[in-house]
């Protein structure tokens, strides 16, 4: 294991702490004194925890620090009548009763404006070796920043954690681990890792009168790439008011409302910005051939494309005005995250759900990313029993896999979709291929190393200008950050 010090601590609290106000918001092998009952012979139905045994724990208190914001995607401290709400509890609540423990949340603000108070609350625990969290539920986008001061264990060792199983991500293990270390892990533990997956919905009254070819279909068969996509939105665009100029009261091909949704290209053609190295160590690759043709490619689809809506303004400003124009039936397809599909029942039109495209035939797989609105997971160094923050970790995620992600898919299916086989296995096939780029997942850590494309559409910038002029400092930080990964 790495070994950390206390005074190593105190150097990153007291040279970066600071610094983070400047950047721009889901073992040891000893298990205490449990006893561990053997499985009987009546058990040989489908077993939701998978293997995972059962123990007794005599009680003892799993301490959750979460983000007040989305602590109900891990923690529900009552039963609501909300159905996903409930699933949360009714899982933690199983978890609790088969392992003899208590489930204690200590909620904290956590989003982009107190990231810097979130982590002087782990650090100070920490520092006092008080063992006050078995596990943390950090923000995606800011987490990252606790790693150099050596606050958190090395999750590969922790045996009790089974990280190479479905209802983690072996995808996401594998591209967050270097010299074999990683911090920070999501899985269906927590259902906001599905909830920001950027997808594709499409109008399906408008797909059938443009008489295209079905989407699902094309999707199913291995066809649904980057080409077949931009001929469908081709030549939709129609300027309904009459105003010789493109606005949201007109109809589109496609709708976007922010950058990243462009830049989550790279990811759909499985070209990340990062490369792992055979010895386990990871390199920045976010200026290659590849990078370059897709930057080229939906930079001129972004900026230069009339079937496209896209202001390029506030987030916050233009996402109703394109959620309205997809909703009004004035868009075939609606780039955003699933978190949208409830509000996507208001529309009249049914609606289905894709995957991002494929960069051509030839790529085995669709991928997509989770935005970093999510909750990632971590475990405190200090924490006095890191098997057993493992293993309940464990066991809430593998419950999840039966008891929280069905319910999640089952809200996301409503309404619209008619709850449609097809959307089912887009869903399935959606969650295959989420994946996360260690450059874009630290972006915030690096000088936005890994939001390259994102950057040069917000700036209007070609890529080669924007490289040459951010190359050093992002090659600079990057190599900082991975200080944190020696070994």
């Known amino acids: 294991m790495i070994k950390r010090t206390l005074s190593g601590i105190l150097t990153f609290i007291i040279i970066c702490l600071p610094l983070l106000t400047l950047q721009g918001c889901g073992g040891s092998g000893n298990t205490g004194s449990a006893d561990t009952t053997a499985i009987t012979a009546a058990e040989t139905e489908f077993d939701p925890y998978y293997g995972l045994e059962r123990k007794d724990f005599n009680g003892k208190t799993f301490t959750m620090l979460t983000r007040a914001a989305c602590e109900n995607v891990i923690y529900v401290e009552e039963d609501s009548g909300d159905a996903l709400n409930d699933a949360v509890k009714s899982r933690n609540r199983a978890v609790e009763e088969r392992y003899n423990i208590t489930i204690k949340s200590v909620p904290k603000p956590n989003e982009w404006e107190q990231r810097n108070e979130f982590l002087a609350t782990i650090t100070s625990s920490v520092l006092a070796g008080d063992g006050a969290f078995d596990i943390v539920q950090g923000y995606a986008a800011t987490i990252g920043a606790g790693f150099e001061a050596g606050i958190y264990l090395n999750l590969n060792e922790i045996d009790s954690l089974r990280l190479d199983q479905p209802w983690w991500s072996e995808i996401i293990r594998d591209e967050l681990t270097v010299n074999g270390i990683l911090y920070a892990i999501t899985g269906d533990i927590a259902y906001d890792l599905w909830a920001n997956t950027h997808v594709i919905y499409f109008n399906k009254v408008l797909s059938d009168s443009y008489k295209l070819e079905s989407p699902y279909e094309a999707v199913t068969s291995g066809k649904w790439v980057y080409d077949l996509y931009l001929s469908m939105l081709t030549g939709l665009y129609s300027d309904v008011n009459g105003d010789s100029k493109s606005g949201e009261e007109d109809s589109f091909g496609a709708v976007y409302y922010d950058s990243l949704s462009f830049d989550n290209f790279h990811n759909a053609f499985g070209v ?41 303004g506030d987030v916050l400003s233009t996402r109703d005005t394109a959620l309205n124009i997809f909703m009004g039936g004035r868009g075939l397809f609606l780039h955003t995250t699933l978190t949208y599909s409830s509000r996507l029942r208001a529309m009249d039109d049914d609606f289905g759900i894709l995957p991002y495209p494929k960069g051509d035939e030839a790529q085995e797989r669709y991928y997509t990313a989770s935005r970093d609105g999510r909750s990632m997971f971590t475990i405190p160094i200090d924490v006095a029993d890191p098997e057993f923050s493992g293993f309940i970790a464990e066991a809430l995620c593998t419950l999840s896999r039966s008891e929280v992600i069905p319910v999640y898919h089952d809200i ?21 291929g989420i994946i996360l780029d260690f450059a874009a997942e630290y972006a915030v850590q690096t000088e936005r190393a890994g939001f390259i494309i994102r950057d040069c559409i917000q700036g209007k910038q070609e890529i080669a200008s924007f490289y040459a002029a951010n190359k050093t400092k992002q090659e600079t930080a990057f190599a900082k950050f991975l200080e944190a990964y020696k070994i």
């Open 412 to 432: 996301v299916l409503k309404g619209k979709t008619a709850r449609d086989e097809d959307s089912q296995v887009m869903l399935d096939i959606i969650r295959e």
């Open 272 to 312: 990340p910005y990062t490369r792992h190295n055979d010895d386990g160590s990871v390199s920045l690759d976010n200026y290659n051939e590849k990078i370059i043709a897709i930057s080229e490619k939906v930079y001129d689809l972004a900026l230069n494309n009339t079937d496209i809506y896209f202001t390029n």
